[in-house]
């Protein structure tokens, strides 16, 4: 029997590690980072319909729904890539937040491209699905490949590791959005010392050492953030008065996560911290990015 509808859990990232290198002749910078799925998801349902055309629907009123919203763009490319006139609807149900450097928006293309070509028999071959990933944006061939990985260029080169020993992390959104593009540009007019913090975190959990992980914990757009927008160092400061081992901005922000030593000491955490922020959620290292149900 022919399935014709998938829900797919789509996780979200932290950069355990990102180092921000040179200046592409194509206008993006060169990445050097370590990336890590964690449990805390958006979950996608995708149902083929006999009439033709796209339609989202969202959980979240401010999401956008047409061809600027990446999980239309992920449908949109992969229809178009095997010649397929199927209609599809998606439900978006959102539970990472925007603008956190959480990686949500592009977790869930990533789910869409898996989800939809399971439904279409698998047509492409996982290469072909990495070629549209990329065409998504740049985080998205990442979450393909899931768990804890090695990404350079723009990007776009991913390299699986061995899975970091499980970390328990405690996320929080502060009031504020940082715009990838700002955070970029103001980094870039500052002048600093270069760190090699990706390959010593790569050895890190190559020897399996927890508190070498934790140690080595690194993200350049730290350097602006906390500069300006005094909320994020509060968020880092509350984090770490509660027993966080170490704090680190998410992505180019603004969410932020401190890790914890045991699953009591996390979920306190989150509970002392909930009335403070918007967001704040206990989550724990994965070792996959993107799942199904209902297969």
């Known amino acids: 029997m022919t399935k014709n509808r998938i829900s797919v859990t789509c996780r979200a990232k932290v950069n355990l590690t990102l180092d921000v290198l040179d200046r592409r002749p194509d206008g993006y910078h060169n990445l050097a980072s370590v990336m890590q799925s964690i449990d805390l998801a958006d979950i996608l349902r995708i149902e083929l319909v006999n009439h033709p055309g796209i339609e989202i629907t969202s959980n979240q009123s401010d999401i956008p729904t047409g061809p600027d919203n990446t999980v239309h763009k992920a449908c949109s490319l992969l229809l178009n890539a095997v010649g397929s006139d199927n209609g599809v609807q998606i439900t978006l149900e959102k539970h990472i937040p925007h603008q956190a450097g959480l990686g949500g928006g592009s977790s869930d293309a990533a789910g869409m491209l ?104 690194f993200n350049d757009f730290e350097l602006v953030a906390v500069e300006e927008f005094p909320a994020i160092k509060t968020a880092k400061q509350d984090l770490a008065d509660l027993g966080a081992e170490a704090t680190l901005l998410c992505g180019s922000g603004s969410a932020v996560f401190g890790v914890f030593s045991s699953s009591t000491v996390t979920y306190r955490a989150a509970e002392q911290l909930a009335g403070r922020y918007p967001f704040v959620v206990p989550t724990i290292t994965t070792t996959s990015a993107i799942m199904f149900s209902g297969v």
Not at 134 to 143: C, K, M, R
Not at 158 to 180: A, S, Y
Request: net charge positive.
């Open 114 to 217: 898996v989800g939809l070509n399971y439904l279409l028999g698998n047509p492409l071959p996982k290469d072909e699905l990495y070629k549209l990933a990329a065409q998504i944006g740049s985080d998205v061939p990442y979450f393909l490949i899931g768990g804890t990985a090695l990404v350079k260029g723009r990007g776009d080169v991913v390299e699986k590791l061995l899975d970091v020993p499980q970390l328990q992390l405690v996320i929080v959104k502060p009031d504020v959005g940082i715009p990838t593009a700002w955070a970029y540009s103001r980094l870039a007019e500052l002048s600093r010392k270069r760190t090699a913090s990706t390959s010593a975190m790569v050895e890190a959990i190559h020897t399996k050492d927890r508190k070498s992980v934790v140690d080595h914990l």
